[in-house]
């Protein structure tokens, strides 16, 4: 009786012993799931994360030397360690330097879109450097607001409240300074204090600063910092980006005495161009249509000594297949020069056609592969700089800038107190007045920390006034298009007697009021701004 009662049990509860053998193997299915894709991110962390030193191993021999493409490659990062005083400043014989105008690049940043591998990257700085150091006790016990736990500007204005650090030591985000841009500012900073502090007699005491305190209320903190006068002989020009504020502040603090820092006084500009009242032309966005390129970027890759990625193949291969489009995913695409606009999913068409598309089996980008994509963009770049349509663009885009440098240059001359004005920019804030100045550079690459100095000198015995302009320490005063060709002076540099070239500041200042549209066949901004007709070559 009691076993007829089991089997009658049994049979009752069949379906439940099923979904309980069944809940076993799917346990048993995904525990072995997870063990094979724990053993599989192993293997492939050599491929992704393995040593961030990758690029520099890669980019040296056998015999533990670097490329010769490596190492020019590498230059174009702007290191600090790389960073010195060149031809900035120094004495020239007969003449005294008047003021500076300085156009900048904010410093080294994470990628502007994530990327593979991302947490990989030291963005960090591991030399030791005092001045840094100096800098962080600086502002952390002249600028803290316990509202944010960590060092912000407290003075009233469009950059109130904004951080003077980045938040992390050595992580990368997204379109951040890293502390390696901090530093790179520091050592220019202190670069321009060698050439032009003593000079421009900015090494004088302007008020003195508060007994080191740490501040606490933000209402009083903000009333207590702006009671130092702001010195009128700083201008300061900066985009309302974090990276370029901080890097004119890291910039300002090498350079200035710590009063002088205190009391500065940031103006916002609302353009990345520095355009100031000159920004809408509709000509230029049609010229920037028609030349519009994919530009490549792989500065993130070199900067950091990032591992470079590897892909396993595909086990097919692509054949016959009309109007694939290949829209890369975010975390693949590197693209952190392009400070404005992405490429399109219509820039990305690929027509593969009839050809066949062989797949290796899988592999690793090599240095030779950057060194050939850097040698790639810049030809491409170099091909661009000869085109017509590359000067129109640099015209239209820097004319507001320029016409602002040149107003600051006649107060300098004037007799007013300006002796320096900062524009803390962007790459293409450097680009476009390349391309409008019609200067012809070797370096294509815009790299982080890049500057251009426009240095005013009054003659001694008369009342004659000259300029020069030195792009990242090189001397571009006689490729400047009217500068060249006999318009400028020859005197003597340094002790060692260096010949240096002088432009008339008549040059610029016709430049800007009578020649600047004859380019574009046009007599004022408004007129060259105008839309060209669809039949009208560029």
Known sequence: MAFKDLARLSRQHRTIYCYFILSIWIFLLIAGMYKYIGVFRVQNYGHYGGSRDFIYASSQGHNGKYSHEGIKNIQECNNPGDLALEMEGGLLEGWTLSGVLLVLRHGDRGAMQNIRGIGSINCGYEDTLPLLYRYKSFIANSTISASFGHSVWLKSGSFHGFPLLPPLDKICLLGQLTYKGLVQLLKIGEILKQAYAGPLRLLQRHQAVPTTRTLTNTSVDSKTFANWNEPSEIVIYSTRYRRTFQSAMALLYAFLPNDYWVGLNVQESHSLLFCFHDCVCNHAEQIRVEMKKADLSVLSLLCHEAPLPCRKAREKSLKNVPGLVTTPDNSDFINIDQEDGQMSSKDNTIDLGEFVTDIEPEGCIE?????????????????????????????????????????????????????????????????????????????????????????????VNEAQFYFRVVYNGKDVTNKISFCEGGRSLRVSRGIRGEKTDLCPIENIIRFIHDDYFIPLNATSYKDACMLMKANEDF
């Open 367 to 459: 240095e030779s592969h950057i060194n050939a994509l850097i040698s790639f963009t810049n030809w491409q770049a170099a091909e661009k700089s000869r085109n017509p349509n590359n000067r129109k663009e640099g015209l239209l885009r820097a004319y507001g800038l320029i016409r602002n440098i040149v107003g600051n240059m006649l107060k300098m001359i004037s007799g007013e107190k300006i002796k320096f004005v900062l524009y803390s920019g962007h790459d293409r804030t450097i680009q476009y007045l390349i391309a409008a100045l019609g200067i012809q550079v070797q370096q294509f690459f815009i790299p982080y920390a890049a500057r251009m100095a426009f240095e005013v000198y009054r003659s």
